[in-house]
């Protein structure tokens, strides 16, 4: 396997998603290559950090606005 | 965090619970059996909450409306990349999701639903506002894109040298560069952890065009984080 295929079959690896053989030989590909080591790393690191990002709080400005109509809408559906 | 990668134990001698593993959750949304998103995003109790917001009771709801808005609301702001867009979108996915919880009928996880309603809220609007960019073709790119890579590491913990807001705004920054069927693959996948075979459905994409997408995806966001992680070289 070379550079190229690894990064091709980056994601599947990521993902748990490898078949055995390929597994095996992307992995010996991993053990001997720098570059290649690094992309995989950072790549799941990229995929880590947008997974780990709390959601930064709603505007309040926004927050009231969207609860006002939400409950305002609500209510009237709820009383239709 | 409970991680779902696979390559965690052999790159940093660390390990996952393979239950927690990625390209386990639900395939599709009728299946028999829901399988619970990680604790991160869904609580044990949404059930019952959703079960009595069909019962009528407003306060139910408005705590699912809490729970989930700063979420709903980063989702369709990335998806968008317009405040105004996402703001109508968020408010306009929890007004449907209530409008139509009768025909919810529990066979995936509310937020799973809720993600549905509102990606397609983001992407109607994003398509009336930029009618071009929202294109259902492929982008020509070959594997020479995949390929031209900075390879700097980053070290262990890059995201510990910002703080929480220099953060959002760094990821921020990196997925509105992205083109939108990109980042609305990756926002589903990785970020909402939505099935790749949800994903396909409810983007109206085949299978293969996800796992494409989502690889160029994760490329181009490593390769715009780079600048902001790589461990700095030391005078």
């Known amino acids: ?80 | 965090m409970r991680c779902r990668l696979e390559t965690c134990a052999t790159l940093l001698g660390g390990g996952c619970p393979p239950a927690a593993r990625w390209g386990v959750v639900p395939t599709v949304m009728s299946a028999a059996e829901p399988k619970p998103l990680p604790s991160t995003i869904v609580r044990p109790d949404e059930g019952a909450l959703v079960s009595s917001a069909k019962a009528g009771d407003l306060a139910a709801f408005e705590e699912l409306v809490n729970r989930y808005e700063g979420r709903i609301f980063r989702l369709t702001m990335n998806i968008t990349q317009n405040r105004e867009d996402a703001q109508d979108a968020t408010q306009d996915a929890f007004l449907k999701s209530y409008q139509h919880l009768d025909r919810f009928l529990g066979e995936s996880r509310f937020y799973t639903w809720l993600v549905r309603i509102a990606v397609n809220e983001a992407l109607m609007r994003l398509r009336k506002r930029r009618p071009n960019v929202v294109s259902l073709d492929e982008p020509v790119e070959t594997d020479e894109d995949l390929i031209r890579h900075d390879v700097q590491d980053w070290g262990p913990t890059p995201e510990q040298r910002y703080a929480r807001t220099e953060m959002n705004s760094i990821l921020t920054g990196a997925i509105s560069k992205l083109d939108p069927i990109f980042r609305t693959v990756f926002l589903l996948r990785d970020v909402e952890q939505i099935s790749t075979e949800e994903t396909a459905e409810l983007l109206d994409i085949s299978v293969p065009a996800v796992k494409s997408r989502l690889l160029r995806a994760r490329l181009k966001l490593r390769q715009s984080l780079s600048p902001s992680f790589a461990r700095r070289a030391t005078a």
């Open chain 1, 1 to 80: 396997m070379n550079c190229r295929s690894v990064i091709r079959e980056l994601s599947s690896y990521l993902d748990g998603d490898l078949d055995v053989t390929v597994l095996a030989e992307l992995e010996i590909h991993l053990e001997r290559c720098e570059d290649c080591r690094i992309i995989v790393d950072t790549t799941r690191k990229t995929i880590e950090i947008y997974c780990k990002a709390e959601p930064v709080p709603l505007p309040d400005d926004v927050r009231v606005r969207l609860h006002e109509t939400l409950m305002r809408r609500l209510i009237r559906k709820s009383d239709a």
